[in-house]
């Protein structure tokens, strides 16, 4: 349910804040604003999810409705409620992974796994949400359908999904009720020594890769909606169908996700998978179609979610599980407080510069992600990686 909400959310927010008549760099401000509001609500969730219990807060961040939307064109307004609602990062083929709700979920799913299992739960999980999301982005295009089939006008052609959204929010708080949570025990060892990083040590590794990811955040997420239509005059129809259609092929990528983990360990899968996505993202930029552009940034999503599940589930393998909503909150941090400008950057950008520029922007930051995530984070692995070391060692044989 959140996933769908999100996808339906992430094209229809920035189309109808330019339908209700604001310019480019307004739309970045927008957009800006409500990642400030996120990133507020992520730290809250994060810090209270390890104090008071994860299901308890998912129930009340999911109680927060986008309703509001199709009651309001204010500048404000709309800033505030993109902000709970979780209009920030990812678009398709994100798997459901960014929302403030994500530290809570996060831990909960890490704390109901085996380690041995973990990979591939978390990319059952993510191909859950990008399927749900392909559903999302065709209901995004609902606003293109009553233009024309029913001549409404451009707003109110948008209320009629964030009542959907709206909706979606209430079932989250019903399907989060029968959710049993395991209490929180110490860290785990292997052979006698401890296989958890401490807290305060593993977020500040994030701290260094997850900056760079800032930059790209913005221009990569609700963004990419206003850049596609403005580069290639597309509008809500042919946008929605192109995530549509890269949700469903995304989750071939969460099927293999944990396999090329498997073969290839967590921390090389990762930094293999960003520097495929940091290659087809230029592919992107010189496209001089939209149908050619649609191609590149279908299989760049595809690649860069193959590492998605598998760094979500790294992180919470290494975190000591008392502190894993805090570490997947905290950790984030520089990647949101980077991300605030980075939309109203990317506007400038366009307006300034060319189009393509907040494209390369983002492009350079991944590649300086990757580099920075090998380096800092070769010599880790999680504990399913350090017992299979550890028996490979004791047996003699590869495990």
């Known amino acids: 349910m959140r996933s769908f909400s999100q996808a339906l959310l992430v094209v229809a927010v920035p189309l109808y804040v330019a339908a209700a008549g604001y310019p480019t760099l307004r739309v970045g401000y927008l957009l800006s604003v409500a990642m400030v509001g996120s990133t507020a609500m992520t730290l809250l969730v994060g810090i209270l999810s390890d104090r008071f219990g994860r299901k308890l807060v998912l129930m009340a961040v999911a109680a927060v409705g986008s309703a509001i939307f199709a009651l309001s064109t204010s500048f404000w307004v709309l800033a505030a409620m993109s902000a709970l609602c979780s209009v920030r990062g990812?678009?398709?083929?994100?798997?459901?992974?960014?929302?403030?709700?994500?530290?809570?979920?996060?831990?909960?799913?890490a704390g109901s796994?085996?380690?041995?299992?973990?990979?591939?739960?978390?990319?059952?999980?993510?191909?859950?949400?990008?399927?749900?999301?392909?559903?999302?982005?065709?209901?995004?295009?609902?606003p293109g359908v009553l233009q024309w089939r029913m001549g409404m006008s451009a707003l109110d052609s948008y209320r009629p999904v964030f009542w959907?959204?709206?909706?979606?929010?209430f079932?989250?708080?019903?399907?989060?009720?029968?959710?049993?949570?395991?209490?929180l025990v110490g860290p785990t060892r292997v052979n006698g020594t401890q296989t958890k990083m401490a807290a305060w040590k593993l977020i500040g590794r994030l701290w260094i890769t997850n900056g760079t990811i800032g930059l790209a955040m913005g221009v990569l997420g609700p963004f990419m909606t206003y850049w596609l239509a403005l580069r290639y005059g597309v509008g809500p129809t042919r946008i929605a169908t192109l995530y549509t259609a890269v949700n469903l092929l995304t989750a071939l990528s969460y099927v293999l996700a944990?396999?090329?983990?498997?073969?290839?360990?967590?921390?090389?899968s990762i930094v293999v998978t960003r520097m495929g996505s940091v290659v087809l993202l230029g592919v992107m930029a010189l496209a001089p179609t939209f149908f050619l552009a649609s191609v590149a940034y279908a299989l760049r999503v595809m690649v860069n979610s193959l590492g998605l599940p598998i760094r979500q589930s790294f992180v919470m393998g290494v975190a000591d599980e008392r502190s894993r909503s805090s570490v997947a909150a905290l950790g984030n941090l520089p990647a949101q407080a980077i991300g605030m400008a980075s939309p109203t950057l990317a506007s400038y950008l366009v307006q300034s510069?060319?189009?393509?520029?907040?494209?390369?922007?983002?492009?350079?930051?991944?590649?300086v992600n990757a580099a920075l995530f090998a380096l800092l984070f070769r010599n880790i692995k999680p504990p399913e990686e350090e017992k299979a070391d550890h028996r490979e060692t004791d047996d003699g044989l590869p495990y």
């Open 90 to 109: 990812g678009t398709a083929g994100s798997g459901g992974g960014f929302s403030p709700f994500y530290p809570a979920e996060q831990a909960l799913i």
């Open 113 to 142: 796994s085996p380690d041995e299992d973990r990979n591939a739960v978390f990319s059952g999980l993510s191909l859950v949400g990008v399927l749900a999301g392909a559903a999302g982005s065709i209901a995004a295009a609902l």
């Open 164 to 169: 959907i959204a709206a909706m979606s929010g």
């Open 171 to 183: 079932l989250v708080v019903l399907l989060t009720l029968p959710i049993r949570e395991k209490p």
């Open 258 to 268: 944990p396999r090329i983990a498997a073969a290839m360990g967590a921390v090389r």
């Open 353 to 367: 510069v060319s189009e393509e520029a907040p494209i390369w922007l983002a492009t350079a930051a991944l590649a």
